[in-house]
Each structure stands twice: as C-alpha cells, then as structure tokens.
C-alpha cells in the first residue's frame, strides 16, 4: 500500500487510463476518470496527396515531432503501399527530430536524426536548428495532434517551403467531463491531477477561461489539488497558465508519474 489512502486522483488522457487506475488503486487511491483527450489516426488517403508529393519531389529536411505521429505516419504509408518510397525519401534528407519516443520510432525504418532537440518542446527543436539555413529549403513536417503556429511560424521565418502533414488528431471525448473536472478541482473534491499530454492541460483551462475561473483554477492547483506531469512540454504549458506546483518525473512514464505523486504525498 502506498501513500494515497483516501487520496482522489483524477486520469486525464484516454490512453492506458484503466492501466493508470490500477496503478492508483494499488497505492491506495480512489481513481476518478476525467478523459479531456483524445487521439484520433487520421485516414491514410487523407495523408495520400501529401506523402506522394513528398516522394515524387523529395525534401531537404524531414521534420518529426512525436513518436506517435512518426509511428502513424509510416503506418499509412504502408497500407497505401508507399512504406519504401518514403523511407528513402525522408533517408535522402536530412532530419530533425522532437522527443526521445520518435527517435526510437525512426530507428525501427533504418533512420537516424542529425539534428535533435534539447528539451523535448518545440521551442527546443528551433533553438536546435537555428544555425541551419533553411532558407529555399524543402521543409516536410509531421505536425502532432493540431496546428502548432509557433512551430510552423518559425520555419516560415527561415524562409523555409513547407510542407505540413497530420497523421493523428486531438479531440474532445467528452465535453461535460472537462466541465465537471473544472468544478471538481476548484471545489477540493480532487486531490491531484495527472496529466499526460499538453492538449490535456490546454483543454481544461480553455474551458476554465471560457466560465472566468482560469485563475481560480491556477490557484486551486497551487494550494488544493496538485498537478502531476509528464514531459517538459506538458509542464511548461501548466506553467503558462500560472500553475507553479506540479509534480514531475524525471522519467517520462506514467507509471514514474505514479510514483512521483505517491511519494509527493508521503506523510501526508
């Protein structure tokens, strides 16, 4: 048994939440289910216009930003019978890459990033190739879930000719949830919060911000329920929202983020 005895732990992302209650529930917490997001694999003939512009003309740089996306992109190419073509198109090019999950996901098609990020954001994957002219230069780029502005912006900025594609997509599962999670937070009903993905932190403040109560929701994290975190990027998109407490693993796992929070409740 562990340290959440009649601690209320609430599991925002649809993937593995039954495996994370069970996690919950052996340290001795009551699990709430409170899905915000869910990732959806876009149709491969959605992706075919793209993937055979890739292939017929080739690209300079080939862009992954998460290992998921990889994954579902190469998936689709496969049932579209495009697998090979792709891998020595994007093997012709150079590439940068996002996360340590999609550097292990290119290693399975033979490919090997130059360039990485140093941080898992982003803002980490620009800071990596902001030597890199890119100006002219053919930009192929795996998008991750939704439109990243920022991230597209900033490749806009080096003159780069960009080609964007989204294997996957980020939806709402249950809107009401995001309400009633909202309430439970700032009313003391949960005593943490875990995240997995920044889409899930984005979502409940955007409903938090749409009822007025996104401060009072920061607060609520920082003096009522604590907020656990996966990655960087999910925990500086908290910190954007002014939620300054959170509970980070050093290893990115949900079963590590488990832990993390039991321990944070040690002696409690």
């Known amino acids: 048994m562990g340290n959440l005895h009649e601690k209320r732990i609430a599991i925002t992302g649809s993937r593995k939440m039954a495996e994370m209650s069970m996690m919950v529930q052996k340290k001795g917490g009551t699990a709430y289910e409170r899905p915000l997001q869910e990732t959806i694999k876009c149709k491969p003939e959605d992706m075919q216009e793209i993937l055979e512009a890739v292939i017929a003309s080739g690209t300079d740089w080939s862009v992954f930003t998460t290992g998921v996306g990889t994954a579902a992109l190469f998936e689709a190419a496969a049932s579209l019978g495009l697998s090979e073509p792709l891998q020595k198109a994007v093997a012709a090019s150079r590439i940068a890459t996002r996360g340590y999950k999609t550097v292990q996901e290119l290693k399975k098609h ?19 190739l902001e030597e890199v002219d ?17 991230l597209e912006q900033g490749f806009a900025e080096k003159g780069a000719d960009l080609t964007c594609i989204m294997p996957y997509e980020t939806t709402i599962p249950y809107p009401e949830v995001v309400t009633k999670l909202v309430h439970e937070i700032i009313d003391g009903e949960i005593d943490a919060v875990l995240f997995t993905a920044t889409p899930q932190v984005r979502v409940l403040f955007k409903e938090a911000e749409k ?27 908290l910190s954007e929202y002014g939620v300054t407490r959170v509970v980070a693993p050093e ?15 040690k002696g409690d």
């Open 211 to 237: 009822q007025g109560l996104a401060g009072q929701l920061a607060r609520s994290f920082n003096e009522k329920a604590v907020a656990g975190s996966i990655g960087r990027v999910t925990t500086g998109t």
């Open 134 to 150: 890119l100006a002219g230069q053919r930009v192929f780029l795996q998008l991750h879930g939704e439109r990243v502005p920022a």
């Open 110 to 128: 033979g490919l090997a990033p130059e360039i990485i990020d140093g941080d898992g954001t982003n803002a980490g994957l620009l800071g990596a």
């Open 251 to 265: 290893h990115e796992r949900m079963g590590a983020l488990v832990v993390a929070v039991d321990e944070f409740f």
